[in-house]
């Protein structure tokens, strides 16, 4: 080689690593300018239950301080509340009734289109395609088995294979199980014969592999990508009892007055609605366990806020807390879920970003599908959101600016509503309204003046022609809006 070739090679070299130089730092600072998402959402977690709250007797310390710093959504309610529906409103940003998804997914309802599409834009969607790496940790409950089994046992677990996964491209969940002390998970790459069973607390093992996620370790994902990984943790969901012992004996001792101390908590059962079971000692038992998971999801959430904050990455990563739906835990005389009552139907959402929002408590009346587009506006996407979205931008109230301000939260029940049919309603936040129809077109009212009886003890439906009236005729303006034929 001569002396004017080196010359020639050298310099080529030079204007490569120059501009090889100028393309990474442009890509560091269009990383460093896109914010990460954390979407941590815990399964049965009542609003009730946030310690800074001060209702339920519980411990949530990382929690408190997560909506110390961020905004808390002190309004906010599940649309639908169950595992399913929520899920399908939460990725799409629509309704129940525009997704299909009415109820929990499993074998018998396969057939009716109960489950996530694979033709639905889901925010994950959005995201990839906005340069995002996006992962899912813990339960996912969108899909039933498909072909449907032969016999006429339900099948609520199944496999979502790669194609039905809306771009996430780490996968460390399952369907549906409710095996707290020994779940079992499906990896990105294995197949629906591969299970992995940690032999640990699912919420303590999905945060270990939160926080395997964000030291990216074994590249679960890209680099030179901002993440958006959504964690769905299923404690406290039933079996409340399946909890470590370490998170139990905060309620050794306790008696019934001071773990359920809501005034409106019955210890038979609400036979004109049916569901759970009476009696103090259960209904005690249940409580103090629901109370120790609530801690111990906190205190695993802790865990990764603290290796957020080793990573660099607390301060660039939009953090949302929330809740499938709530737990009644004895309320109104009932247990678990699928109820307008606030037990049930009230949740947490707390969205922190440190970097660009300052902190307060937002009384919005948010619902469920207005969380993809608001979080889509947070994160500079908002030209980004599908048409097909139903739910509302908010994100302007982040930044103190105006947004017409929505009056109702509509309340909706498939079938799976105790065994008596559908239900319908809204809140304002004066009041709540509920209409239940039987199979036979019965219909049963329901409705409480929160701003006067907080804790819906009294159903004042009958006591004054002229409300019922409005009630009922808001509700027929609010379903006709969105299409509903109920």
């Given at each position: 080689m001569n002396f004017s070739n080196s010359k020639l090679y050298l310099l080529l070299?030079?204007?490569?690593?120059?501009?090889?130089?100028?393309?990474?730092t442009s890509e560091e600072k269009i990383?460093?300018?896109?914010?990460n998402l954390?979407?941590?959402?815990?399964?049965?977690?009542?609003q009730a239950s946030l310690g800074f709250l001060k209702e339920d007797p519980v411990y949530t310390p990382n929690l408190d301080q997560l909506a110390k710093e961020g905004v808390f959504f002190s309004e906010a309610v599940s649309n639908n509340p169950l595992c399913s529906p929520y899920r399908a409103m939460l990725?799409?940003?629509?309704?129940?009734?525009?997704?299909?998804?009415?109820?929990n997914c499993n074998s018998q309802r396969t057939e009716f289109g109960n489950y996530l599409k694979k033709d639905e834009v889901c925010i994950?969607?959005?995201?990839?395609?906005?340069?995002?790496?996006?992962g899912y940790i813990g339960k996912w409950h969108l899909d039933g088995p498909e072909p449907t089994p032969p016999d006429v046992k339900r099948v609520w677990d199944t496999w979502c294979p790669p194609d039905r996964r809306h771009g996430f491209s780490f996968w460390y969940a399952y369907g549906t199980h409710n095996r707290h002390n020994d779940p079992y998970y499906w990896t990105t790459d294995g197949g629906e014969d591969d299970k992995v069973y940690p032999k640990q607390w699912s919420a303590e093992h999905e945060a270990n592999v939160v926080i395997n996620y964000l030291e990216n370790?074994?590249?679960?994902?890209?680099?030179?990508?901002?993440?958006a990984l959504f964690w769905s943790i299923n404690p406290p969901h039933t079996p409340f009892k399946q909890v470590p012992e370490r998170y139990k004996k905060r309620y050794e001792g306790l008696d019934y007055k001071e773990v359920l101390n809501r005034p409106n908590v019955q210890f038979t059962d609400n036979y004109e609605l049916k569901r759970g079971d009476h009696g103090v000692e259960k209904r005690l038992s249940e409580a103090k366990d629901y109370f120790a998971s609530v801690n111990g999801v906190d205190d695993q959430i802790g865990r990764v806020i603290k290796k957020l904050k080793e990573k660099?990455?607390?301060?660039?990563?939009?953090?949302?807390?929330?809740?499938?739906?709530?737990?009644?835990?004895?309320?109104?005389?009932l247990m678990h879920k699928n109820v307008w009552f606030k037990e049930a139907y009230r949740i947490p959402l707390i969205v922190h970003?440190?970097?660009?929002?300052?902190?307060?408590?937002?009384?919005?009346?948010?619902?469920?599908?207005?969380?993809?587009?608001?979080?889509?506006?947070?994160?500079?996407?908002?030209?980004?959101?599908?048409?097909?979205?139903?739910?509302?931008?908010?994100?302007?109230?982040?930044?103190?600016?105006?947004?017409?301000?929505?009056?109702?939260q509509l309340y909706f029940s498939g079938k799976s509503f105790v065994s008596k049919g559908d239900a319908r309603g809204f809140r304002t936040k004066e009041y709540t309204y509920a209409v239940v129809k039987h199979e036979n077109g019965d219909k049963f009212h329901y409705l409480y003046h929160d701003a006067e009886d907080p804790y819906q003890m009294t159903n004042i439906w009958g006591r004054n022609p002229e409300l019922d009236h409005k009630m009922e005729t808001e509700l027929e303006e609010l379903l006709t809006s969105m299409n509903d034929p109920w």
């Open positions: 070299f030079t204007v490569l690593i120059v501009f090889s130089c100028k393309s990474n990383l460093a300018q896109k914010p954390l979407f941590i959402f815990a399964d049965q977690y009542r990725m799409t940003g629509r309704y129940s009734l525009s997704t299909g998804v009415v109820e994950s969607d959005v995201l990839v395609a906005n340069g995002y790496s996006a370790s074994e590249n679960q994902r890209k680099t030179n990508e901002p993440f660099g990455l607390y301060e660039n990563t939009i953090i949302v807390f929330s809740a499938d739906h709530g737990e009644m835990l004895g309320s109104q005389g970003y440190p970097k660009k929002i300052k902190p307060k408590t937002e009384d919005l009346l948010i619902s469920v599908p207005d969380y993809m587009p608001t979080l889509l506006g947070l994160m500079d996407l908002k030209t980004e959101i599908p048409n097909a979205v139903e739910g509302i931008d908010y994100s302007n109230l982040f930044f103190d600016k105006d947004v017409i301000r929505p009056q109702k």
